[in-house]
């Protein structure tokens, strides 16, 4: 019988070792960004002080998953033919629509960033979009992209607040986030804020972080699939080699050596079956 730590057998265990402990070690660095993500949106930024946007993000950088939430000065000139409607949004009970209009940080063809103005029960009754130059403090947000498709592409309203549908109705690159204005923060609440000009709230009822669409559940749910990956991996490598360690300890068939006794044949019959 073999015994399964002779060096012929070396090589074949390190390999298993080190293919069950990578995939393992993979498992737990992608369930650690799973969970580090989830708890990044979790955290209430909401109430540190305002920053430039540009300090946060710029019109070609990712979204930092650190600052959902993050109180952010925007000021530049409004984007009235972008506006759109986000429909599925609730206020005091009742289903409705934000108004959304891109603020383009800077002149009219800098690249904008879609402002959550306000709430409304019906697009019809909306006001009129702002014009010229606005400043303002608003929450930014990561862009949405729940999978939900948008049922009439040529129309204003959207089922969310997706980049690449808002910039369908601008001329303009988009930064890759929106912000919802603050509207319903007191005075003073932020001292290094700056007082808002032409914000585009007027007519509108406050949107609020609570209009969000519940989306926790799936948040960062590809590093968690990853990490079962991994991890189903690592349990289909050490399947392997257990088996294989239990094949070689199972003794296998032997064949006849020269003078051992075979069974006789039947009696009467010939070399050739006759």
């Given amino acids: 019988m073999p015994t399964l730590l002779a060096p012929r057998y070396w ?33 209430d930024l909401t109430r540190l002080d ?79 979009a702002p014009t010229g130059r606005g400043a303002l403090v608003g929450w930014l947000q990561p862009p949405q992209g729940t999978g939900e498709a948008d049922p009439d592409p040529t129309d204003d309203v959207l089922p969310q607040l997706r980049i690449a549908d808002v ?44 209009q969000l669409p519940d989306a926790g559940t799936f948040t960062a749910v590809r590093n968690l699939l990853y990490a079962i990956e991994w991890w189903f991996f690592a349990a289909f490598a050490l399947f392997v080699w257990v088996r294989w360690m239990r094949d070689e300890l199972e003794p296998g068939e032997t064949q006849p050596t020269l003078g051992e006794a075979t069974e006789p044949e039947p009696a009467g019959t010939t070399a050739d079956g006759q």
């Fill in 11 to 43: 090589a074949i265990h390190l390999l298993a070792l080190v293919l069950t402990a990578t995939a393992v070690g993979l498992g737990v660095w992608q369930y650690d960004a799973w969970h580090t993500r989830r708890a990044h949106e979790a955290v």
């Fill in 50 to 128: 305002p920053v430039d946007l540009d300090d946060v993000i710029g019109p070609d950088d990712p979204f930092p998953g650190t600052k959902i939430g993050q109180p952010v000065v925007v000021e530049g000139t409004w984007v009235p033919g972008g506006t759109v409607y986000v429909s599925g949004r609730e206020h005091d009970g009742v289903a409705g629509y934000w108004v959304v209009t891109p603020l383009a940080i800077g002149s009219a063809s800098d690249p904008a960033i879609p402002v959550v103005r306000g709430w409304v029960d019906d697009p019809a009754d909306a006001p009129a």
């Fill in 167 to 210: 910039i369908q109705h601008v001329d303009q690159d988009l930064y890759g986030a929106y912000v919802v204005v603050a509207d319903d923060v007191a005075p003073g609440a932020w001292p290094t804020g700056p007082t808002a000009v032409n914000d585009g709230t007027e007519g509108l009822a406050p949107a609020t972080l609570e």
